[in-house]
């Protein structure tokens, strides 16, 4: 691996790549830059890498799974500020208890047993649990995510709970690199589920969060509503 110095310059130069090609999605979307946080995805770095990103100014951090983002976590409680951690990756309910007090957004909310699950918790812990539900936007079964129904149903039942803060939803194209008119449309079907939640909700403006996009599509995700981007290979070039 390449000397400390030469990975921050490195890192220093891939953030600030990342934030002219956010501004120039925003300017085309007619949006200003402070509409979308930019969370980097660290799941392929070690904590050294993410530290470094950190002091490049990545304050959003993100892990896939909850275990990863324990130990990275614990490696970086030293930051001051500490960095705001994502989990964009499935919860499973046996793991909630160790990751809720890390989390600043769970970007994956899928179910009604996870919510009553995190609701659960909550309660036990005096913690509020803020969560964006994840919708697949596709047509496999495979892919993780609620059917829009199933979405629905999960943000009207988080309206009766007192630990769950549901503030959008979030969802991923179907083939995140692939042709940019086809996430645009997988895009703009997410903000208008969005849209259509947040009016047939009380306090529908609490659905404010369109989690959506990663380093392939999110000038798509942008120009379609994105108000948050989930980058990770921008990061990372040249680090490796």
Known sequence: MPPTDVLRDRCRR???SVRDRVADACHRAGRPPDEVTVIAVTKYAGPEIARLLHEAGCRDLAESRPQSLWTKAEALADLDPPPRWHLVGHLQRNKIRRTLPL???LHS???L??????EAEGAAAGRVCRALVEVNLTDDPGRTGATSADAE???AAAAGMRHVEVVGLMGMASVPDGDASAARREFARLRELRDRLATARPGGDTLRELSMGMSGDFAEAILEGATLVRIGSAFFEGLQ
Do not use: H
């Not at 047993?113 to 995190?118: D, Q, T, V």
């Open 14 to 16: 891939n953030v600030e």
């Open 153 to 155: 149903a999960v943000v």
């Open 109 to 111: 909310l899928d179910s």
């Open 103 to 105: 989390l600043t957004l």
């Open 113 to 118: 047993r996870l919510l009553e699950a995190i």
